[in-house]
Nanobody
C-alpha cells in the first residue's frame, strides 16, 4: 500500500523560505517516481516538482531558481525546499507518487496522493 504523508506547511511572510516533507513507505520511495503539486483557491491543481526513481528532477517554470526537490534515501522522505516565497505560492501542496514512467514534469502521471499541507504566504 502506498502511503504519503506531507508536513511542513505553515503561514509565512513573502520572501521567507519553507521546507515541505513527504514521508513515504519504503518500497514506494525506492521504486516510484515522486512529485509535488499545489492547488491555489479557485484554481486547478498544478505540477510543481518531480523526481524520478533514478534521480532525475523536474521543476515547473514558475518555481525554477527558487524551489528544489530532493530525497533522503535513509529517511525515505521527499523534500521541497522553497525560497523567496511570494503570494502566488499560496495553496495546498500535495505529495504524489507514480509507478509509471515519465519524461517531463508536466506529464507526471500521479497515481497516489497524500492528504496535502497548507502553505500560506502573506505579502
Amino acid at each position: 500500500q502506498v502511503q504519503l504523508v506531507e508536513s511542513g506547511g505553515e503561514l509565512v511572510q513573502a520572501g521567507d523560505s519553507l521546507r515541505l516533507s513527504c514521508a513515504a513507505s519504503p518500497r514506494t520511495f525506492s521504486t516510484y517516481g515522486m512529485g509535488w503539486f499545489r492547488q491555489a483557491p479557485g484554481k486547478e491543481r498544478e505540477f510543481v516538482a518531480a523526481s524520478s526513481w533514478r534521480g532525475s528532477t523536474y521543476l515547473a517554470d514558475s518555481v525554477k531558481g527558487r524551489f528544489t526537490i530532493s530525497k533522503d534515501m535513509a529517511k525515505k522522505t521527499l523534500y521541497l525546499q522553497m525560497n523567496s516565497l511570494n503570494s502566488e505560492d499560496t495553496g495546498v501542496y500535495y505529495c504524489a507518487a507514480t509507478k509509471k514512467p515519465f519524461y517531463s514534469g508536466s506529464n507526471f502521471p500521479a497515481e497516489y496522493w497524500g492528504q496535502g499541507t497548507q502553505v500560506t504566504v502573506s505579502s
